[in-house]
């Protein structure tokens, strides 16, 4: 596609269940990056995806928190059990390639977990 | 521990005014570059900075990188209600990581 697509764009969620976000990249990125950023703060590093491998996962907030990339492209964030402290603006972003190069972002998929 | 810092955090200016906006770290960064966010929507590139000492300018905007690369900073001249939004500065450590590190952030409000 054209940009960087996430779904759902809003979900809201009782506590204690499990969600899945949705990434597409822009065709032919091989990073991607997931960010979580709380209501008007800066983005907090989750995890960074090179091809379908994860080379770095300390920004995930818990072992609740997990993701996977297929195919070098699409790549799903799971959360399980969530919490309220989860309800964030979750953000994708792909870049062509690892480091040094303009990421691009989705438009992120809102959490509320009530 | 935040590695890079934005001061001020909120700003609210009248039309026409200038404004400065800063990025400070300790840390030195291969590469910088600013992100302007709108509300319901994911932060937009506005350039990048990789040389120390480098100033580019986009229109109005007229970013600087740092001799050191430890910090940079962006001046709106002229500020519009159009230039309302979340800036946020992100940068790529020296030792050539993926991980981009960003800013905490400054809140703009250009009042017409």
């Known amino acids: 596609g054209a940009g960087v697509s996430q779904s759902p764009s809003n979900k809201v969620t009782e506590k204690g269940k499990d969600v899945e976000l949705r990434c597409d990249p822009i065709?032919?990125?091989?990073?991607l990056y997931w960010y979580r950023q709380s209501l008007g703060q800066g983005l907090e590093f989750l995890i960074y995806?090179?091809?379908?491998?994860?080379?770095?996962k300390s920004g995930l907030p818990s072992d609740r928190f997990s993701a996977e990339r297929t195919g070098g492209s699409v790549s799903t964030l799971t959360i399980q059990r969530t919490q309220q402290e989860d309800s964030a603006v979750y953000l994708c972003?792909?870049?062509?390639?690892?480091?040094?190069?303009?990421?691009?972002f989705g438009e992120g998929s809102w959490l509320t977990v009530v | 521990t935040q590695l890079l810092e934005q001061s001020p955090q909120f700003l609210s200016i009248q039309e026409g005014e200038n404004l400065t906006v800063y990025c400070n770290s300790s840390?030195?960064?291969?590469?910088l570059q600013w992100y302007r966010q709108e509300p319901g929507e994911g932060p937009v590139l506005l350039v990048t900075?990789?040389?120390?000492?480098e100033v580019k300018k986009l229109k109005r905007l007229t970013f600087q990188f740092g001799d050191a690369r430890k910090d940079s900073s962006l001046h709106i001249t002229a500020a519009q209600p159009g230039d309302t939004g979340l800036y946020l500065c992100?940068?790529?450590?020296?030792?050539?990581?993926?991980?981009?590190?960003f800013g905490t952030g400054t809140r703009l409000k250009v009042l017409a």
């Open positions: 972003a792909s870049s062509p390639v690892s480091s040094g190069n303009t990421i691009y």
């Open positions: 065709s032919g990125h091989t990073a």
């Open positions: 995806f090179q091809g379908n491998s994860a080379p770095d």
């Open positions: 840390s030195v960064f291969s590469s």
């Open positions: 900075v990789v040389t120390g000492g």
């Open positions: 992100a940068g790529v450590l020296t030792s050539g990581t993926y991980k981009y590190i």
